[in-house]
Nanobody, 124 residues
C-alpha cells in the first residue's frame, strides 16, 4: 500500500509561483511513474504532468510548470510559475506502480494510488 501526501498548495496572485510536493511512503518510489492531476468543481480530473523515464505536460502548462523527483527523499515536486486564474484547482498526486518507462499515462484510471489533494487558488 503506497501512501502519498501532498503539500505546498495555497493562495497566490496571478503571475506568482508555488511549489507542490508529494511524499511517498515506499522506497520503491524510484520505480514508479508519478503524476499530478487537478480538478475543479463539476469537471473531471485532468492530467497536468507526469514523470517516469522522462516528463510529460499538458499543453496549457508546458513552459510554466516543471516536474522533478528526488528519489532519495521519495518526493516529487511540481514547480508552478506564471500561474493563471485558470490553474485554480485541487491538485492530486498519483502513482502508477505498474509502469515505469518511456510512455507516461495521462488517464487517471492508469494510476492506482492517490493523495488527498491540495488546493491551489490563483487570484486575478
Amino acid at each position: 500500500q503506497v501512501q502519498l501526501v501532498e503539500s505546498g498548495g495555497g493562495l497566490v496572485q496571478a503571475g506568482g509561483s508555488l511549489r507542490l510536493s508529494c511524499a511517498a511512503s515506499e522506497r520503491t518510489f524510484r520505480r514508479y511513474t508519478m503524476g499530478w492531476f487537478r480538478q475543479t468543481p463539476g469537471k473531471e480530473r485532468e492530467f497536468v504532468a507526469g514523470i517516469s523515464w522522462g516528463t510529460k505536460y499538458r499543453d496549457s502548462v508546458q513552459g510554466r510548470f516543471t516536474l522533478s523527483r528526488e528519489n532519495g527523499k521519495n518526493t516529487m515536486y511540481l514547480q508552478m510559475n506564471s500561474l493563471k486564474p485558470e490553474d485554480t484547482a485541487v491538485y492530486y498526486c498519483a502513482a502508477d506502480t505498474d509502469t515505469f518507462g518511456p510512455l507516461i499515462p495521462t488517464m487517471e484510471t492508469e494510476y492506482n494510488y492517490w493523495g488527498q489533494g491540495t488546493q491551489v487558488t490563483v487570484s486575478s
